[in-house]
Antibody, heavy 119, light 106 residues
């Protein structure tokens, strides 16, 4: 059974940093691209970033480029999202997802982790 | 960015009814479209990919169709467990989502 378990969320002040982690199991992690998708409170879904199966390629939405970094450790089957210079508009539930290809559809989702950016 | 316009924003239907949700892309997305179901307080789950392919384990009362810029999700024989929000997503270009449809039982 595919499982994606996020951790690392919470309350953070504007301008500060936070790192999210996602532990994957139930599939060969190193064979799949992975992505982060977020959802602001009572809002829709927004793709954030994608990383290729081997970490050699990364893609970001414009609003997080230069501030967020997606990375992975295939030996630990773990995906990361380093978020710097956080803004109030980054407040959202962040979902770890398995990308079926690269920049494709998301066939499995974690339970999500809440990030609140507020002073 | 490719914009996805989803309608209706909300929908109320009776048990056993058939409902249809639509998504229109701002340009041709060549069937690069997925549908997700998000139940209250839960994470989204994939229903349909490639516009009309059913994801593993999804009941056959869900179906997808469309081409070009116009796509739809149909739910036959509405069940109480279908109460959820539904989102479309295109992946012909950098992924973008529709704004969602909230489905309730009348």
């Amino acid at each position: 059974e595919v499982q994606l378990v996020e951790s690392g969320g919470g309350l953070v002040q504007p301008g500060r940093s936070m790192k999210l982690s996602c532990a994957a199991s139930g599939f060969t992690f190193s064979n799949y691209g992975m992505a982060w998708v977020r959802q602001a409170p009572t809002k829709g879904l927004e793709w954030v970033a994608t990383i290729s199966y081997d970490g050699s390629s990364t893609y970001y939405r414009d609003s997080v480029k230069g501030r967020f970094t997606i990375s992975r450790d295939n030996a630990k089957s773990t995906l990361y999202l380093q978020m710097n210079s956080l803004r109030s508009e980054d407040t959202a539930t962040y979902y770890c997802t398995r990308d079926h290809g690269i920049l494709s559809y998301f066939d499995y989702w974690g339970q999500g982790v809440m990030v609140t950016v507020s002073s | 960015d490719i914009q996805m316009t989803q309608s209706p924003a909300s929908l109320s239907a009776s048990l056993g009814e058939t409902v249809t949700i639509e998504c229109r892309a701002s340009e041709d997305i060549y069937n690069g479209l997925a549908w997700y179901q998000q139940k209250p307080g839960k994470s989204p789950q994939l229903l349909i990919y490639n516009a009309n392919s059913l994801h593993t384990g999804v009941p056959s009362r869900f179906s997808g169709s469309g081409s070009g810029t116009q796509y739809s999700l149909k739910i036959n024989s509405l069940q109480s467990e279908d109460v959820a929000s539904y989102f479309c997503q295109q992946y012909y270009d950098y992924p973008t989502f529709g704004s969602g449809t909230k489905l309730e039982i009348k």
